[in-house]
């Protein structure tokens, strides 16, 4: 059962290697697809085997990578193998999982981590690690206005960041004070949708009906791209794929190019938008040659402080907030987004900004010159000045509405004063290592 592609050297994934954890007391199983060193064919990740609970329980497949959950699949495979081996185990005949993943929204260099939930267990079982190679997508020059990505967490002065991009002559976003405008994300995002295995094979069969059954939301096992000839995996798995995330890209710069359209003005050298840490930056990064990135940070001690108490101004939980079930469990998902940025600052620092909230509220002029001077547009002190004042007279009505303390200086440190002891001390462990990473202390 193998995916594997005729041309190696031009395989959309490689599995590197795969290493198989010891067989524990609660859990038995058994990843047997992929195998280390194999390529294949198509922008997805092979993942098959079982998996049994001796005492008899429950067992759900878990696919992560590290810092959150990604997939989770249910057994329902049929496996005669292990029933006859495991004859006195319930749910023995249908131990057996496959799953073709999508590797779209991985990084180049992935790691992928399968465990099995036990029962009402929260913390997986180990399986295997899979590690991999996903071939990086040739970058394009000259489509129409490039992107220019924000990557960056909720409430680190992104409101203030964009309206400042925005009124540069050269920078287009569609007034960021009232709306959160993401063609870029929209577009990919909707591309990616198309070009999952799921949503591919439909091409093929489309008896499945319902609402966005072209979505085929379904998890696609190995053994059904394996019935495909090469050619047919080719079609639906292959460089059609790249087109279809090039298409989109053309489509949102297009797009961009008409929504921020104005005649004393005059096209936009980039089209600015924020982003969440993850694939849409990396692809975009990847897929436009002349697209830019800034990271826009804040300590992320006072990130949390300042969601706790925008949540109270609210009334309403939000951030994440909402899933969880206290403030000791927000910090746990908060440090997975928090880690997530560090890792994509670390895979693209070479080529992108890093901007602090404390500068950029400290000093707008100073952090506005030198973003436009990364981006290599006019910076003159003239133009940063007359941006800065107009971008502060759009932004006050909005003030009272976003602000959560009485004096912007207030919001930097304010963790020390704001969160509870056990909460601050939670946070620091938690937040250590990305801090020093981005010049923290």
């Not at 495979?77 to 081996?85: G, N, S, V």
């Not at 706790?308 to 997975?336: C, I, M, P, S, T």
């Amino acid at each position: 059962m193998s995916l594997a592609s005729s041309a190696v050297a031009g395989a959309p994934v490689r599995i590197d290697a795969v290493e198989l954890a010891p067989r524990g007391e609660r859990l038995h199983a058994n990843l047997e697809v992929p195998l280390g060193g194999e390529p294949v064919d198509g922008f997805c990740v092979p993942l098959a085997g079982w998996a049994l609970a001796p005492d008899g329980a429950h067992v759900a497949i878990q696919i992560g990578d590290g810092r959150r959950v990604l997939r989770r699949l249910a057994r329902r495979i049929a496996r005669a193998d292990i029933e006859a081996a495991y004859p006195q185990l319930p749910g023995a005949a249908r131990a057996g999982f496959s799953l073709a993943f999508d590797a779209l929204k991985l990084p180049a260099q992935f790691e992928l981590h399968v465990g099995g939930i036990v029962g009402d267990g929260l913390t997986p079982e180990p399986i295997a690690c899979v590690r991999g190679t996903r071939r990086r997508f040739e970058p394009l020059t000259g489509a129409g206005p490039a992107p220019l990505t924000v990557t960056t967490l909720g409430r680190t002065g992104s409101t203030l960041l964009m309206t400042l991009l925005s009124l540069h002559h050269a920078i287009g976003a569609f007034n960021p004070v009232a709306y959160d405008s993401r063609p870029f994300a929209y577009e990919l995002d909707a591309a990616i949708a198309a070009a999952s295995p799921g949503s591919r094979l439909r091409l093929l069969d489309s008896t499945a009906q319902g609402e966005a059954w072209w979505l085929g939301r379904e998890p696609v096992p190995v053994e059904a791209l394996h019935r495909l000839d090469d050619e047919t995996r080719e079609m639906l798995l292959g460089a059609p794929v790249e087109r279809l995330l090039r298409d989109a890209v053309a489509r949102a710069a297009g797009f961009a190019r008409e929504l921020t359209a104005d005649e004393e003005r005059g096209e936009p050298r980039y089209v600015a938008e924020k982003c969440w840490p993850g694939h849409v930056p990396r692809l975009l990064s990847e897929l436009c040659a002349d697209g830019r990135e800034l990271f826009l940070v804040r300590d992320f001690r006072d990130v949390l402080a300042s969601m706790l108490a925008f949540n109270a101004k609210r009334g309403y939980a939000a951030f994440g907030r909402e899933h969880v079930e206290d403030d000791a469990q927000f910090v746990a998902r908060l440090a997975g987004d928090v880690e997530a940025l560090a890792a994509s600052w670390r895979e693209r620092q070479d080529r992108a900004l890093l901007v602090r909230y404390e500068e950029l509220i400290e000093d707008p002029a100073a952090t506005l010159t030198r973003v436009l001077e990364h981006l290599e547009l006019d910076g003159t002190p003239a133009l940063v000045g007359a941006i800065v004042e107009r971008a502060d007279a759009l932004l006050e009505s909005t003030r009272l509405q976003h602000r959560t303390v009485q004096e912007v200086s207030a919001s930097s440190g304010r963790w020390r004063t704001d969160l509870p002891p056990a909460l601050r001390e939670a946070a620091e462990q938690a937040f250590a290592q990305p801090l020093r990473e981005l010049g923290y202390a």
